[in-house]
């Protein structure tokens, strides 16, 4: 070897593989001493409120939605609606349901509407009238003499040249708590005009102070969260199931409320 020139040395190749693969091995020893140390730290406070606040939270949600699956497959309940599909000389309309009253009292004491029905989709040049309250507006104890009748007759004679459709959507024992859940759904039907006849039962209807029909709640918004559950099948077991032990207290005692 010329002077001047220092010597290389070269490694063979399967030395430099084995120096390679024994620093990938020290390389994986401390990353799973790493991730075991991690492991083996404890969990904090917060973490387990943030585990708790899911199962506390998270759980019954889940719960709930399952047995409302189960509940809507299984075909349990009825539907909420004030108002359901129809089928009138081929075309398709809307009909008073017998079943909304369930909502607010037990199937025995639920009051219906007069029936009606109405198309669907508005019908061209039409004002589409709806009346809303409780018996005085349904004509009670003769429907024949409901307040819907002698509005249309009234604009009818006044305005000749216009087609005028009023649906009477009222119903015995009701107040606002009740008509709020009806003009809701028939405000998807292209109403012109909305006469509220009402004020009678604001003490004895659903939800008031005096009632005897439904649990009386001060709170606005518990009585608007409890409407809400008995548009749900879960919310309709549960009133079911409610009605039933009412109805096993109430028979387990005397005339004089003394138990048998």
């Given at each position: 070897?010329?002077?001047?020139?220092?010597?290389?040395s070269?490694?063979?190749?399967?030395?430099?593989?084995k120096q390679?693969k024994?620093?990938?091995?020290?390389?994986?020893?401390?990353?799973?001493?790493?991730?075991?140390?991690?492991?083996?730290?404890?969990l904090?406070?917060?973490?387990?409120?943030?585990?708790?606040?899911?199962?506390?939270?998270?759980?019954p949600?889940?719960?709930?939605c399952?047995?409302?699956?189960?509940?809507?497959i299984?075909?349990?309940?009825?539907?909420?609606?004030p108002?359901?599909?129809?089928?009138?000389?081929?075309?398709?309309y809307?009909?008073?349901?017998?079943k909304?009253?369930?909502?607010?009292?037990?199937?025995?004491?639920a009051?219906?509407?007069?029936?009606f029905?109405?198309?669907?989709?508005?019908?061209?040049?039409?004002?589409?009238?709806?009346?809303?309250?409780?018996?005085?507006?349904?004509?009670?104890?003769?429907?024949?003499?409901?307040l819907?009748?002698?509005?249309?007759?009234?604009?009818?004679?006044?305005?000749?040249?216009?087609?005028?459709?009023?649906?009477?959507?009222?119903?015995?024992?009701?107040?606002?708590?009740?008509?709020?859940?009806?003009a809701?759904?028939?405000?998807?039907?292209?109403?012109?005009l909305?006469v509220?006849?009402?004020?009678?039962?604001?003490?004895?209807?659903?939800?008031?102070?005096g009632?005897?029909?439904t649990?009386?709640l001060?709170?606005l918004?518990?009585?608007?969260?409890?409407i809400?559950?008995?548009?749900?099948?879960?919310?309709?077991?549960?009133?079911?199931?409610?009605?039933?032990?009412?109805?096993?207290?109430?028979?387990?005692?005397?005339?004089?409320?003394?138990?048998?």
């Open positions: 070897m010329r002077a001047g020139r220092k010597a290389i070269v490694q063979p190749s399967s030395h430099r593989s390679f024994r620093h990938n091995l020290s390389e994986k020893t401390k990353t799973k001493e790493q991730g075991q140390k991690l492991d083996r730290q404890p904090t406070s917060r973490r387990v409120w943030l585990f708790r606040g899911v199962a506390i939270f998270i759980g949600i889940l719960f709930l399952l047995m409302e699956l189960v509940l809507w299984a075909g349990y309940g009825f539907d909420p609606h108002t359901i599909k129809c089928r009138v000389a081929g075309q398709s809307r009909g008073d349901n017998v909304f009253g369930w909502r607010f009292f037990t199937p025995i004491l009051r219906e509407f007069e029936p029905a109405f198309p669907a989709r508005k019908p061209a040049e039409t004002c589409r009238i709806f009346v809303l309250g409780a018996s005085a507006a349904q004509g009670i104890p003769n429907h024949s003499f409901c819907g009748r002698f509005l249309q007759v009234m604009l009818q004679k006044q305005f000749p040249d216009v087609h005028f459709e009023v649906i009477t959507a009222t119903m015995a024992a009701i107040n606002s708590h009740v008509v709020v859940e009806i809701k759904d028939c405000a998807r039907y292209e109403p012109d909305f509220v006849y009402l004020g009678n039962n604001e003490v004895i209807g659903p939800f008031g102070p009632t005897v029909l649990p009386f001060s709170n918004h518990i009585i608007r969260l409890s809400a559950l008995g548009t749900t099948k879960t919310g309709q077991l549960l009133s079911n199931l409610f009605g039933r032990y009412r109805s096993r207290q109430g028979d387990s005692k005397g005339p004089a409320g003394t138990r048998r």
